[in-house]
């Protein structure tokens, strides 16, 4: 019996020796939720010594990472201070400055472009697949959610043209309407929705009598953290006929809106809400 | 102790104890920060040998040397501006932010980040890496210049017309920088609301040729305006009797103040309460005379500035807090007991 316990023990001490060795590669400190997200997902997350703010899934690996701040303040000192060897990151990065003083100390800074697209997002992926070291499995999850993306376009096919309404909260007053050019825009089209505010561009304050006159097929609100959006303060809102027929959900910001790994995820879970609307004109999707 | 046990010292010791704050402030600068540095390792590099780790010397040179500088004169200027004022107005609420200096900067700086795809492109092609500081200098300068020229009547600069005409003049630059905050992009947006609490992480050497010189002459010129401070705090017509010529005094003020903290925005950003707190605290040890005050702020402005960044960027290290939210974090409190303790406005 106690033989048996230190043989276990002394062979998942030799295990996680023989892991370790196999992880001595990069160091990584990854600047974007959505490229954790790809790290992890690749099976790659014990190469992962810091994450900035943005990164919060999945909590359970997380949460045990030094936090860097936040990926458009980079801290130069604390990030040297995890002695990376490769920081990767997007354009959004910055201070431009830091970023270039990071790679003047030896960080192999790699700045990926924004993925507003599917095959922007695959990719991305793949390309982080290549700098974490595991190309075989980025090939994998790529493929994986290429067919997960056609069976919801299959899913959305009669359905599109509809208009959509997307709002992004964090906290009461800080409710805003998403716009053209804006990652919650880069969804509905790559469902082939419409915004249902085709004159605003960016994020904008909400206004309650603009809720109103958008007159959307379906409201998606995408909360900075669960519980953000209290429906009871927007009676505006809840008035629309959207919302009282159910065509609505609310999900967290970055599963939307991050075009990560849960892509397919984020285009399930709008198509859903879509199930039976009936937009002013189903079959002229000629545009 | 009570500011009275403190105001019995004599100047020379209380500059003694302010110079061992600094230098302790410097130290402790120079050695903590989210990359560890060993101490043996600073000495080494002090003393021109190379250390163990060769990332520890890129981290001091190239990162806390000149931070600390940045922080050294940012917080002098910062405090002997607030003196300047607090004499010229003779308020103790007065503030380099007064004069429409800070929100003037602002509204450049503000402008720079958002349209500088844009409408000012040609600005931020032209200027490059420098676009955002020149333009937040320039943005201080013009705005307090038209607060001044406003105040000008008949040869004349009347005080309480500065400060009406700063008051206004910052309500129009605050609108201004809503406007294109408005206007801003999420990026911008978020750039900007950095930009507004301040910071000295980015400083580099470049920064510090650049605003320093600006600084340095606001921090030498200004003790010269010490006397006719002190004969302005019993009235502008008594100055004039004390063979002052008062409206010197003020164009000196104004344009020192207006230079320094334009200069030491442009590079660090807004922060705040350095410039109000700093001469009161100081005012309590070595008295309303400027000869004593104004080079005593410039010591003190320099170590709370630098203690506070070092908090700053060691609370939540690896990440760090901006300096401008730590000031007043740290500073609010401490000024408000110091208040109901001595009831010294």
Same mark, same amino acid.
């Given at each position: 019996?106690?033989?048996?316990?230190?043989? +276990?023990?002394?062979?998942?001490?030799?295990?996680?020796?023989?892991?370790?060795?196999?992880?001595?590669?990069?160091?990584?400190?990854?600047?974007?939720?959505?490229?954790?997200?790809?790290?992890?997902?690749?099976?790659?997350?014990?190469?992962?010594?810091?994450?900035?703010?943005?990164?919060?899934?999945?909590?359970?690996?997380?949460?045990?990472?030094?936090?860097?701040?936040?990926? =458009?303040?980079?801290?130069?000192?604390?990030?040297?201070?995890?002695?990376?060897?490769?920081? #990767?990151?997007?354009?959004?990065?910055?201070?431009?400055?830091?970023?270039?003083?990071?790679?003047?100390?030896?960080?192999? &800074?790699?700045?990926?472009?924004?993925?507003?697209?599917?095959?922007?997002?695959?990719?991305?992926?793949?390309?982080?697949?290549?700098?974490?070291?595991?190309?075989?499995?980025?090939?994998?999850?790529?493929?994986?959610?290429?067919?997960?993306?056609?069976?919801?376009?299959?899913?959305?096919?009669?359905?599109?043209?509809?208009?959509?309404?997307?709002?992004?909260?964090?906290?009461?007053?800080?409710?805003?309407?998403?716009?053209?050019?804006?990652?919650?825009?880069?969804?509905?089209?790559?469902?082939?929705?419409?915004?249902?505010?085709?004159?605003?561009?960016?994020?904008?304050?909400?206004?309650?009598?603009?809720?109103?006159?958008?007159?959307?097929?379906? #409201?998606?609100?995408?909360?900075?953290?669960?519980?953000?959006?209290?429906?009871?303060?927007?009676?505006?809102?809840?008035? @629309?006929?959207?919302?009282?027929?159910?065509?609505?959900?609310?999900?967290?910001?970055?599963?939307? @809106? %991050?075009?990560?790994?849960?892509?397919?995820?984020?285009?399930?879970?709008?198509?859903?809400?879509?199930?039976?609307?009936?937009?002013?004109?189903?079959?002229?999707?000629?545009? | 102790?009570?500011?009275?046990?403190?105001?019995? !010292?004599?100047?020379?010791?209380?500059?003694?104890?302010?110079?061992?704050?600094?230098?302790?402030?410097?130290?402790?600068?120079?050695?903590?920060?989210?990359?560890?540095?060993?101490?043996?390792?600073?000495?080494?590099?002090?003393?021109?040998?190379?250390?163990?780790?060769?990332?520890?010397?890129?981290?001091?040179?190239?990162?806390? #040397?000149? =931070?600390?500088?940045?922080?050294?004169?940012?917080?002098?200027? @910062?405090?002997?501006?607030?003196?300047?004022?607090?004499?010229?107005?003779?308020?103790?609420?007065?503030?380099?932010?007064?004069?429409?200096?800070?929100?003037?900067?602002?509204?450049?700086?503000?402008?720079?980040?958002?349209?500088?795809?844009?409408?000012?492109?040609?600005?931020?092609?032209?200027?490059?890496?420098?676009?955002?500081? !020149?333009?937040?200098? #320039?943005?201080?300068? &013009?705005?307090?210049? @038209?607060?001044? =020229?406003?105040?000008?009547?008949?040869?004349?600069?009347?005080?309480?017309?500065?400060?009406?005409?700063?008051?206004?003049?910052?309500?129009?630059?605050?609108?201004?920088? +809503?406007?294109?905050?408005?206007?801003?992009?999420?990026?911008?947006?978020?750039?900007?609301?950095?930009?507004?609490?301040?910071?000295?992480?980015?400083?580099?050497?470049?920064?510090?040729?650049?605003?320093?010189?600006?600084?340095?002459?606001?921090?030498?010129?200004?003790?010269?305006?010490?006397?006719?401070?002190?004969?302005?705090?019993?009235?502008?017509?008594?100055?004039?009797?004390? %063979?002052?010529?008062?409206?010197?005094?003020?164009? %000196?003020?104004?344009?020192?103040?207006?230079?320094?903290?334009?200069?030491?925005?442009?590079?660090?950003?807004?922060?705040?309460?350095?410039?109000?707190?700093?001469?009161? !605290?100081?005012?309590?040890?070595? %008295?309303?005379?400027?000869?004593? !005050?104004?080079?005593?702020?410039?010591?003190?402005?320099?170590?709370?500035?630098?203690?506070?960044?070092?908090?700053?960027?060691?609370?939540?290290?690896?990440?760090?807090?901006?300096?401008?939210?730590?000031?007043?974090?740290?500073?609010?409190?401490?000024?408000?007991?110091?208040?109901?303790?001595? =009831?010294?406005?």
């Amino acid at each position: 019996m106690r033989l048996t316990t230190i043989t +276990g023990v002394a062979l998942a001490l030799l295990f996680t020796l023989a892991a370790a060795a196999a992880v001595a590669g990069p160091r990584i400190v990854s600047a974007d939720g959505a490229i954790t997200e790809t790290i992890v997902a690749l099976d790659a997350a014990d190469l992962l010594v810091g994450v900035d703010t943005t990164s919060q899934y999945p909590p359970q690996i997380i949460d045990s990472l030094p936090k860097i701040g936040y990926l =458009r303040a980079l801290p130069l000192e604390g990030v040297l201070s995890l002695k990376p060897s490769r920081l #990767i990151t997007t354009e959004e990065a910055g201070p431009d400055a830091t970023l270039e003083r990071l790679a003047a100390a030896g960080v192999d &800074v790699v700045e990926l472009p924004l993925a507003r697209d599917v095959e922007a997002t695959l990719k991305r992926i793949r390309r982080v697949g290549e700098l974490v070291g595991h190309p075989a499995e980025a090939r994998q999850l790529t493929t994986t959610m290429a067919a997960d993306i056609d069976k919801v376009k299959a899913f959305m096919a009669g359905k599109t043209d509809a208009r959509v309404l997307i709002l992004l909260a964090a906290g009461d007053h800080g409710v805003m309407l998403a716009g053209q050019d804006t990652a919650a825009d880069a969804l509905l089209q790559a469902l082939g929705l419409r915004n249902a505010l085709a004159n605003v561009s960016g994020y904008k304050p909400a206004s309650r009598e603009a809720l109103l006159a958008a007159k959307p097929d379906a #409201i998606v609100i995408a909360e900075a953290r669960p519980g953000q959006f209290r429906p009871t303060d927007w009676p505006a809102l809840t008035h @629309l006929d959207a919302w009282q027929k159910g065509h609505r959900v609310t999900a967290n910001a970055m599963l939307l @809106l %991050g075009f990560g790994p849960r892509l397919p995820e984020a285009m399930q879970t709008v198509a859903a809400i879509l199930v039976n609307t009936a937009p002013g004109n189903d079959t002229a999707h000629a545009r | 102790m009570h500011a009275e046990d403190v105001r019995r !010292l004599p100047a020379p010791v209380s500059y003694a104890v302010l110079l061992i704050i600094l230098l302790g402030a410097a130290l402790l600068a120079l050695s903590s920060g989210a990359y560890p540095v060993a101490i043996d390792d600073l000495l080494r590099m002090f003393t021109g040998n190379t250390p163990d780790d060769p990332t520890a010397e890129l981290v001091l040179w190239d990162i806390r #040397i000149p =931070r600390l500088l940045l922080g050294l004169l940012t917080g002098a200027v @910062l405090a002997v501006s607030g003196a300047l004022l607090q004499g010229l107005f003779r308020n103790p609420l007065a503030d380099p932010g007064l004069i429409g200096v800070s929100s003037g900067a602002a509204l450049a700086a503000v402008a720079v980040i958002v349209l500088g795809g844009s409408g000012l492109a040609g600005w931020s092609a032209l200027a490059g890496r420098w676009a955002l500081p !020149l333009a937040a200098f #320039i943005g201080g300068s &013009v705005t307090t210049l @038209l607060a001044w =020229r406003i105040a000008r009547r008949q040869g004349q600069t009347s005080v309480a017309l500065l400060l009406l005409a700063g008051i206004a003049i910052n309500a129009i630059a605050g609108a201004g920088t +809503g406007l294109l905050t408005f206007y801003a992009d999420d990026n911008a947006l978020r750039s900007l609301t950095f930009w507004t609490m301040g910071s000295l992480a980015h400083a580099r050497w470049e920064d510090l040729w650049l605003a320093g010189p600006w600084m340095l002459v606001t921090l030498i010129v200004a003790p010269l305006l010490a006397r006719p401070l002190d004969a302005f705090l019993l009235g502008e017509p008594v100055a004039g009797h004390m %063979g002052y010529s008062t409206d010197w005094v003020k164009r %000196g003020a104004i344009v020192l103040a207006a230079l320094g903290v334009g200069a030491a925005v442009a590079v660090t950003g807004l922060i705040g309460f350095v410039g109000l707190v700093i001469p009161h !605290l100081l005012r309590q040890i070595f %008295g309303a005379g400027h000869r004593l !005050l104004l080079p005593a702020c410039a010591l003190g402005g320099g170590a709370l500035l630098v203690l506070a960044d070092c908090l700053a960027r060691v609370i939540v290290a690896p990440a760090e807090l901006p300096i401008g939210l730590m000031m007043a974090l740290l500073g609010g409190p401490f000024f408000l007991m110091l208040l109901m303790r001595n =009831r010294f406005v």
